[in-house]
């Protein structure tokens, strides 16, 4: 009974009485043998039903391979089950095989979930879905969904992530399920933190909690926490997040990211004696004992933000080797808290080390990541990263390209209610100010005599269903999409952020009164505007790598789209349509 009725993860505690309860249920069910074919199908399911339930019950305990043997042992059962001979010969055995080897897979991959299962994590749930719906489980169909969308924000998918959001949160209430009911606020916290909305994001995740108080052991509240801090954090209302994180490091000890953060808290509140004597716990084993389960990235990611506040070079180089192999992925919280891209935390962590280009690198591809994910408070603190490293490195053209950096982003800081970059943005243009002062009294003949840098010209120009794009003395021609003609517009008006409904009437994708049509209108138009435009962005890299990769790093896209021309390129586009 017990393997039919858990499953998921516990919420972030080892309870010893359900783990002796599991042990000792798999210890009797071991020792029962039974030489009827059929019977000891069912019996074989239900060793492979405890194998996983335990493996689940230890996830937060330090007994990483004895979870992955348990785990093992189940899919050795549940595979031999589906392909043995009674599933062939009745139908209710093969709905058994299906349903054993479907919950072996889902739960099996969740209780060994970790860095390096990710990638292999999505074959799994395609299984997975596969046996749910030949069984019409749409329960665990839901959960696998659930995991399916952490795995693709972590894999940097977002337009997938997109959709399963979508799928699962009309399954979820057509289901009215409340365990996974509760994921639905939770899912538009992340999708409101994102797009710079942080009032709304703290509201949806207050909506999850109290959606989860009549549900018995779920995480919901552990991660509308992430949340909160997160969005705190943005804000720069640091004061109010100690007594938060404090009490999930207290609450929740094997879930180490928290105590993490404490000591990133301690130190951007000033406290760097607490915030170092908490590194030093957390380094004491050169971070070797922090577990590598589902939260390993987000531990590793506080900790670089940490290091580099405290400039402790000997940890910055240990935890950039330690995160170098998950540049291209996403630091994400059990599937609904976005905190960046790995990039920007290699960023941190090679300036620190002072690896100023490669640090410059880093962030660029972090921007770029950020800038795919519609995620704008990081593609925010990433130019501010950026700016921050060559305001300090202060070589021939630094200060221009920093201030350029800055006044980026200055606006969409200010609307977001970014208050701790807003602050940082004031202090970086004092610094920039000065040092374009210094270079002036030092070198006024030589400003005076600098060459001007010429521009470079392009042109995209259409003609009935052919698009023509030059640059370069290349010429590239593309057939007629939608992304193409809101790529137009925006290349004839830069600088401009131009409504994703307004790109869509004019592309032909929205009729007129949708412009003054609902929210979820507006929804559906950033959601298509943005699928259309990184399509076309993608043809255009497919043609000309480089050329694709300056718009994909100039493109803004969202509720609002612009295009921002790169201020370190000098590039003017005669658009025609």
Not at 17 to 31: P, T
Not at 172 to 181: G, N, V
Not at 525 to 551: C, Q, W
Request: overall charge neutral; proline content about 4%.
């Amino acid at each position: 009974m017990l393997a039919c009725t858990l499953g998921g993860f516990s919420p972030g505690v080892v309870e010893a009485a359900l783990v002796g309860l599991l042990e000792e249920a798999l210890a009797r069910m071991d020792a029962v043998r039974c030489e009827q074919p059929a019977q000891r199908a069912y019996d074989d399911g239900l060793r492979c039903r405890l194998r996983v339930q335990l493996a689940l019950a230890l996830y937060w305990s330090p007994q990483r391979e004895r979870r992955e043997q348990l785990v093992d042992e189940a899919l050795t059962l549940a595979r031999a089950i589906y392909a043995g001979e009674p599933a062939q010969g009745s139908r209710d055995q093969r709905m058994h095989a299906n349903r054993t080897l479907a919950f072996a897979l889902a739960y099996g991959f969740a209780a060994v979930w970790g860095p390096d299962t990710v990638p292999r994590g999505l074959p799994i749930c395609v299984e997975a879905l596969e046996l749910c719906e030949a069984t019409g489980d749409a329960e665990l169909a839901l959960q696998v969904r659930l995991w399916r969308i952490g795995m693709l924000l972590e894999l940097d998918d977002p337009l997938r992530a997109e959709e399963e959001i979508e799928a699962f949160g009309a399954t979820a209430r057509r289901l009215r399920q409340p365990r996974m009911l509760v994921y639905d606020p939770l899912h538009r916290a992340l999708e409101a933190h994102l797009r710079g909305d942080l009032s709304e994001a703290e509201r949806c995740a207050a909506r999850a909690v109290a959606q989860s108080r009549d549900v018995r052991g779920s995480i919901g509240p552990i991660i509308a926490d992430a949340q909160t801090f997160l969005v705190r954090r943005t804000r720069g209302r640091h004061l109010d997040l100690e007594p938060l994180v404090r009490g999930a490091a207290d609450r929740l000890p094997a879930m180490r990211q928290w105590r993490c953060a404490l000591a990133l808290v301690l130190a951007e509140l000033g406290r760097e004696q607490d915030a170092r004597r908490e590194l030093e716990q957390l380094a004491a084993e050169s971070f070797e004992d922090l577990p590598r389960d589902a939260l390993w990235l987000v531990a590793l990611s506080q900790l670089a933000e940490l290091v580099a506040h405290l400039r402790d070079v000997a940890r910055a180089r240990r935890l950039y080797e330690l995160m170098a192999p998950y540049e291209g992925r996403n630091v994400v919280l059990l599937g609904a808290a976005y905190l960046g891209p790995v990039a920007r935390y290699l960023g941190l962590l090679a300036m620190t080390s002072g690896e100023d280009e490669r640090a410059l690198r880093h962030l660029e591809a972090a921007r770029a990541s950020a800038e795919r994910m519609g995620a704008r408070p990081t593609v925010v603190l990433t130019a501010l990263d950026a700016a921050e490293l060559l305001a300090s490195r202060g070589a021939a053209g630094d200060a221009q390209r920093g201030r350029a950096l800055v006044e980026r982003v200055a606006g969409d800081a200010l609307a977001q209610g970014m208050d701790g970059a807003v602050a940082r943005i004031v202090e970086l243009r004092g610094r920039f100010e000065q040092a374009a002062g210094a270079a002036v009294r030092a070198e006024p003949a030589a400003a005076c005599a600098a060459p001007r840098r010429r521009a470079q010209h392009a042109a995209l120009s259409r003609d009935r269903d052919v698009w023509m794009l030059d640059w370069r003395g290349r010429s590239i021609c593309l057939r007629d999409a939608k992304g193409l003609r809101h790529l137009a517009m925006l290349l004839a008006h830069p600088g401009t952020p131009i409504a994703a409904l307004a790109l869509a009437a004019a592309a032909g994708g929205a009729p007129e009164g949708d412009r003054r049509a609902s929210g979820a209108a507006a929804e559906r138009a950033r959601i298509n505007v943005t699928r259309a435009l990184r399509a076309a962005l993608k043809r255009i890299a497919e043609h000309d790598r480089e050329l694709g990769a300056l718009l994909q790093g100039s493109v803004r896209t969202g509720a609002l789209c612009s295009y921002e021309p790169d201020p370190g390129v000098s590039l003017e586009w005669d658009v025609r349509c």
